[in-house]
């Protein structure tokens, strides 16, 4: 029986795969496959340069007073008080507590001056600034709802040209969302998430086929990701995250920048998935631990600079796979400092093209694995100063006299292997690849090459 239905099987996967594909319920997806096509293709749905903005929102459902919490029931509408205003007049509500969801959809600045709260009674979404060339700023927003399905948030900016500035934000899914809007500023915001579980937590802020925006000097603690997804041109620049899982996430956004922020305690500082030409430069990653622990992270992506940078106590300072992923590419590591993480570099297919100059290597566990598709020594490595260098430098010059190669002995078993990463540092693996430095069983393995090291640990430029 089963030889009958062998070639059966072969037909039977694309022919149920085109009756779907037949059905009228399919067509919306299929629009939808076509707009990311198009996307792919260079396509901008951000609505910018005269675009027509694409409305892809998930419907949100509207609430009944009845349905929000109590705390709520005796408040006035905030909505009266913008439906009151002008086109173009600035709003300054009167100070206290006011009911939620609001809608602006005309240019209008809001200043609550740090004394209005809007409340939407944990349901729903509390603001939405559909607004453009419009001020935000000074006011208290709380209460959304806590369905990842209707992406319930705090503040959703569909407009373009805003400044969003000096919003307190808590008690909320996702804080500050951003869907094909661009040229905004999001600036000295403090968002937290609900107190809920890392996991069921929304975004502290996300930006979604929305390009040329600036997010600046935010305080971020105890929420999910800052992320932007299909957005390019953006700057990240002075904001502190804590306590989060990603610090800022990439995926297919190009030339960003990110520099001079704090990020700590996080699981992941920032990672970068199928993009290309990101600037990071002055940030501090801190304590970026757990299972995944890592500072920064490249999925193949391609063409950035990484430079001047502080990374220390995390797991893992670089992951890096399949990266740089585009042919005659090149990742560039400058002036970073690498400080007591457990690796500093981890490459998971070294497939060449990273490129190191002068960076410090001090107090980690291990500097450089490379593990899986590919071989050591294809990266170039020059001018760094590593504190595990044994060579001399009797002429002087501050360069080692001889190049500092990094082998992996014993430790090929953990790199092989990553659930004996547990063992790493137990004193039998210290033994065992002693024994195998003095007398090898095995042929060490290269993980790092750097032909001129520095001798003397530089001074680090600011």
Request: hydrophobic content about 35%; aromatic content about 8%.
């Amino acid at each position: 029986m089963a030889r009958l239905l062998q070639p059966l099987q072969r037909w039977i996967v694309p022919l149920s795969f085109l009756l779907v594909l037949a059905t009228p319920a399919n067509s919306q997806l299929m629009a939808n496959d076509d707009v990311s096509e198009k996307q792919d293709r260079g396509a901008d749905l951000s609505g910018a340069h005269g675009g027509v903005r694409v409305d892809v929102d998930r419907p949100k459902p509207s609430y009944a007073l009845s349905e929000r919490d109590r705390r709520i029931h005796g408040l006035k509408p905030f909505q009266d008080l913008v439906d009151a205003a002008a086109p173009g007049s600035v709003l300054e509500p009167p100070p206290g507590v006011y009911a939620g969801p609001v809608t602006v959809d005309k240019p209008l600045t809001i200043d609550g001056r740090g004394k209005v709260t809007i409340d939407a009674g944990n349901k729903g979404t509390v603001f939405v600034f559909k607004a453009d060339d419009s001020t935000l700023r000074g006011l208290h927003l709380t209460g959304s709802g806590d369905s990842p399905d209707t992406d319930d948030s705090c503040l959703d900016v569909r407009g373009d040209g805003n400044t969003i500035e000096d919003i307190e934000i808590d008690n909320c899914m996702i804080g500050i969302d951003l869907k094909q809007s661009n040229r905004n500023v999001v600036r000295n915001n403090r968002i937290a998430s609900k107190p809920v579980e890392l996991s069921m937590r929304g975004d502290a802020i996300r930006l979604w086929y929305s390009y040329d925006n600036v997010v600046e000097g935010n305080q971020i603690a105890d929420a999910r990701d800052m992320v932007a997804w299909y957005s390019s041109r953006n700057i990240f620049r002075g904001n502190v995250s804590r306590r989060s899982r990603y610090s800022l996430h990439f995926m297919f956004s190009n030339d960003n920048l990110v520099e001079n922020n704090r990020f700590y305690d996080n699981a992941v500082g920032v990672y970068m998935m199928y993009t290309e030409r990101i600037h990071v430069r002055n940030n501090v990653i801190s304590h970026a631990n757990g299972p995944a622990g890592m500072a920064i992270g490249f999925k193949e992506s391609s063409d950035s600079d990484i430079e001047d940078n502080e990374i220390i106590y995390c797991a893992v300072g670089v992951g890096s796979d399949l990266s740089p992923f585009q042919p005659n590419t090149s990742i560039r590591f400058r002036n970073n400092r690498f400080a007591y993480n457990g690796i500093a570099v981890h490459f998971t297919s070294e497939l060449g093209g990273n490129v190191f100059n002068d960076n410090v290597f001090e107090g980690n566990l291990t500097d450089v694995i490379q593990s899986g598709r590919g071989k050591g020594g294809l990266n170039q490595w020059r001018g760094n100063y590593f504190d595990t260098y044994l060579g001399f430098d009797r002429d002087g010059d501050g360069i080692g006299d001889t190049p500092h190669e990094q082998y992996a002995y014993a430790d090929q078993i953990w790199i092989q292997v990553p659930a004996a990463r547990f063992f790493k540092t137990a004193p039998v693996m210290e033994l065992l690849d002693f024994l195998e430095r003095l007398a090898p069983l095995s042929i060490p393995e290269l993980q790092a090459r750097d032909e001129k090291p520095r001798f003397i640990k530089p001074e680090r430029r600011s």
